[in-house]
């Protein structure tokens, strides 16, 4: 099972570590994480500030805008295929009533 941190312990670490007070390397070795994670941590953090490790499924702030803009992005795809199909279909009637008529 795999081991989780509560976000005030990462912001602990992430600040102690922007302040010099400690090491990733000692962090690491002293709660048995890896120095990847780690970095990971304090590269969020040093981004984010505050907002970093929304965790539980929320979105980081910018991965929120994107995913928002992909959605609006698929959905004005939808809309522009049902207008094109029905542009397509009006123009086939039209065509049928315009040989009826000859």
Known sequence: ???????????????????????????????????????????EYNRYGNKAFSGNGKRLPINEKIYILEEENKRLKEDLDILKSSIYLSSKENNKISINRK
């Open 1 to 43: 099972m795999r081991k989780t941190y509560d976000r005030d312990f990462k912001i602990k670490v992430s600040k102690d570590i922007g302040n010099g007070l400690t090491t990733v390397s000692e962090v690491a070795r002293e709660y048995n994480i890896s120095r990847p994670i780690v970095s990971r941590w304090v590269a």
